[in-house]
């Protein structure tokens, strides 16, 4: 009776430990992405420098299965704006955070992006080019054990802290493509980073994740240069992929 009682009781650990494997590579990541925010101003209105913001924070929401992943804002953000005068000078900065959202087929390496932009909204689609080469280099982020990649390729330095306890290749933004769930990511050594505040592994509902239908179709090239030439046409500039910062001066 006892050995029956024992195989009773190991089936029992072995069933539940399977099923927490079951649901282990699924659930939600909240991040925190904090860009930092360098803006120079000449003439009368560098007297404002020193009352401008020098970082813009979001919270950032991911929703994971080992085959798919939504990346949106985890909340509504309200739009940042400041009106200055001093010497004669006016001085008008206004931080958006627009409503984007990143569907990712982790199994074919697809990316379907939709973008606000300017009250215009873009759909985005093109495969995942993330090329990482794995330095060896270990930290623990949420106690979560992580190992060190660069990505290749970057125009400015990109460093990803990833977790193969989380076996989903998946990531923030449209970082992904390594054999572990990425937890933060470093962007021109600090000047943008992406860095997870929480984690909930629990199944999701079937319909938690779908792919973002609305906007114009537009290749990466295509939108990218809708972006520069407006921002060019309105005196402003592009914030480091944390939505956009628009800057007026007039005397």
């Known amino acids: 009776m006892k050995n029956l009682y024992f195989l009773i009781a190991a089936i029992f650990i072995i069933g539940s430990v399977t099923a927490q494997n079951e649901i282990s590579n699924e659930g939600s990541i909240t991040y925190e992405q ?5 803006i120079k101003l000449d003439g009368d209105a560098s007297a404002f420098a020193d009352m401008l913001p020098k970082e813009r924070k979001s919270l950032k929401s991911l929703l994971f299965t080992p085959e798919m992943s939504l990346y949106q804002n985890k909340e509504s953000e309200e739009d940042e704006s400041m009106h200055m005068s001093q010497g004669g000078a006016n001085v008008m900065i206004r931080m958006a955070e627009p409503e984007n959202i990143i569907f990712t087929d982790l199994s074919k390496g697809e990316q379907i992006e939709q ?10 689609e093109g495969a995942t080019q993330n090329k990482w080469k794995i330095t060896g280099k270990q930290k623990t982020i949420l106690d979560y054990p992580c190992q060190e990649a660069e990505l290749d390729g970057a125009e400015n330095k990109t460093v990803a802290w990833f977790t193969p306890v989380i076996a989903v290749s998946g990531g923030p933004g449209n970082f992904a493509g390594l054999p572990g769930m990425i937890l933060a990511v470093d962007i021109n050594d600090g000047k943008n980073t992406i860095t997870a505040t929480s984690v909930d592994l629990a199944e999701l509902d079937k319909n938690a994740i779908e792919k973002p239908k609305k906007g114009k179709k537009v290749t990466r090239e295509e939108y990218d240069q809708v972006v520069a030439e407006k921002m060019k046409e309105m005196g402003g500039e592009q914030g480091g992929g944390n939505g956009t910062i628009m800057i007026r001066v007039q005397k």
């Open 34 to 38: 904090v860009v930092k925010i360098e």
């Open 115 to 124: 973008r606000e932009f300017m009250t215009r909204t873009f759909l985005i």
